[in-house]
Every structure is written in C-alpha cells, then in structure tokens.
C-alpha cells in the first residue's frame, strides 16, 4: 500500500520478524530468512533448571542474515518488549545495544526457554507477559499512528478434546494472552487479525499459508489504512 513505518516494535516472534525487517531485509530476504528457520537452528536442548530450550542457534541464524545486529544501526526504528523476571516489570528494548538480544529475549516462552542476560545482567523472558501486542508502547515512543497486527485473537480451533496437565495450562495461558492483547486493541488505529485460528503456532513449515492469510487480512482493511494513514 506504499506505507514506510517510521518505528517497528515486536512482541516474541514479532520481535524477530519486526527486527528483521527493521534491520533492513526486504520482504524476499525475509521470506527467505523464514523458509530456513527450522526447528534445529533456532534451539537446542538447554543444560538449565530455568528452562528446556536454548535460543543460541537463532542467534546465530539472525547474526548470519540480519545486515546489522545493533539498534543504532537499524534502518528503520526498533523496539522489542521483553519482561523482566527478577523484578516483575516490562522492558522496552531499544535505542542502542545489541538487538538480537532483545529479540531473543522478547521471544523466550518462560519455562520453555531459558531466560536471556542482557548487557546488564538483566534476565529477562517473553515480553507476552506483559504486552503480547505493544500498542501501547509504540504510543509512548512516540507514534502517532499504530497499526498492529494481532495474531491471537482470532483463538484457536485446533485444539483435541483430550486433556492433559500439560494442555490445561496452556489453553489458559494462550486465554490470558489473549485478554491482554485485546486490551491493548485501544492503543491501536487499525488492528489487523489473521484468521489462523487453524493453524498451530508451531507448524512453521506452513509459513506460505500464514502469509497468505495474513495479506488476505491486511488486503481486507486497505480503504480503512489508507484512510487513517492518509
């Protein structure tokens, strides 16, 4: 639609494609950058009591594609929205420092993945806890249009009906998740919703479809975006 952000901030895995592109990838570099994301070169079994997984292999995979690593760098403005497990509060990732960083932070599932340090000593855990859709901290960084993409709230259909101590708390955790992107929908302009309620966040290997429904929802609200962004 010809529309050039002037800030880009990411919660968890839209941390990783708002700092890839933010980082100055084109959209065929990042289609591309996604077509090798697999499973054994974004994590690894962790030798932790903090978690099961290690990030350190996407770490790499981002060093090896992204043109800068830094956030002084990027070609556009980043944020990404980790949260601080030692003291409770969010943290807003951005200005200077190293950005994979953040962005695997932003992307750490707790008890999934281990915690990420920060240059400060920080650990910090996926910024979902706090703000699975940062509208509200685009707005105090100083946006004056936001448009979010909000990949949650169409729910999930997907789900079996057998029951187990893990699947309980995960539907009410996505339920918790949810809630708290839907209160941020106040923050936004325009929010985009990708029907994907059939898809299961871990079948990557089905990215064409989530992007083609992802335009398809985008392409659905053109005549508004351009209105607002006009």
Do not use: W
């Amino acid at each position: 639609m010809g529309i050039r952000p002037d800030m880009i901030v990411g919660t968890s895995a839209g941390a990783i494609i708002g700092g890839s592109l933010a980082s100055g990838l084109s959209i065929a570099e990042l289609n591309s950058l996604a077509a090798d994301a697999g499973y054994t070169n974004t994590m690894r079994p962790a030798v932790s009591l903090a978690g099961l997984l290690s990030t350190k292999p996407l770490d790499r995979l981002l060093r090896s594609r992204l043109p800068t690593t830094r956030f002084e760098e990027m070609k556009i403005p980043f944020a990404a929205v980790a949260y601080e497990i030692d003291n409770g509060k969010e943290a807003i990732l951005a200005g200077t420092g190293d950005a994979v960083v953040a962005i695997r932070a932003s992307s750490a599932v707790p008890g999934i993945f281990v915690p990420v340090s920060d240059e400060s000593g920080r650990r910090l855990v996926d910024g979902a806890l706090s703000s699975p859709l940062p509208a509200r901290a685009a707005r105090d960084l100083g946006a004056d249009i936001v448009i979010a993409v909000d990949v949650i709230a169409c729910g999930a259909t997907f789900r079996s009906s057998q029951v187990s101590p893990l699947r309980v708390p995960m539907i009410a955790a996505m339920t918790l998740i949810r809630n708290l992107a839907a209160e941020q929908h106040r923050y936004a302009d325009i929010v985009i919703a990708p029907q994907i309620a059939h898809l299961r966040p871990d079948q990557i290997y089905k990215r064409d479809e989530f992007i083609s429904l992802g335009a398809e929802a985008a392409a659905s609200m053109r005549e508004r975006i351009l209105n607002v962004c006009g």
